[in-house]
């Protein structure tokens, strides 16, 4: 399994950190799932879980458009995966779900959130409220190591029960 992932820096100032640790747990999600088949990649959890890397895949996808394109910029793009109707559906609709779409649609949203975020300060307000109440840019690049920490943590176990491989 190759792992091209650069260690977050130890010193630095706060937008290099937070941008580094957010590519790192980024990295991470694409170490998990590196050198394995579609077949693989659809695997469930355990019962009555939906969760795959697959689904984590397509869900960080959504995760990433949802923040970055709706909350942080307006922009007024569809939901991924059919989540409009179903909430699980980036989880629940692997079976028959294209890998290969999946992290080219994942890869896109993280170039797009790479540029909205380069371009703002982080103090910057998102243009939408989430729940009623506004967020920053440094809410949310904070919330995407989060959200990518707890769901790499999923992405650990799921490898490990595919193959056996652990690690960082």
Known sequence: MTDDRIPPPLTGD??????????????TLAVKCAGLSEEQLRLR?????????????????????????????????????????RVD???????????EEAFATWQAEIEHARTLSAALPLDAVGKRRRHGQDCTHRWIL?????EYARHNGHADLLRERIDGVTGE
Do not use: C, Y
Request: glycine share 4%; hydrophobic share 40%.
């Open 14 to 27: 706060e937008r290099t950190v937070l941008n580094n640790w957010l590519e790192w747990h980024r990295g």
């Open 45 to 85: 959890s355990a019962p009555p879980s939906s969760m795959s890397l697959l689904g984590l895949v397509r869900h960080m996808a959504h995760v990433e458009r949802a923040w970055f394109r709706h909350i942080l910029n307006d922009e007024d793009v569809p939901r991924l995966w059919g989540k409009d109707q």
């Open 89 to 99: 559906a980036d989880f629940d609709d692997v079976d028959t779900a294209s890998a």
């Open 142 to 146: 904070v919330h995407m190591i989060e």
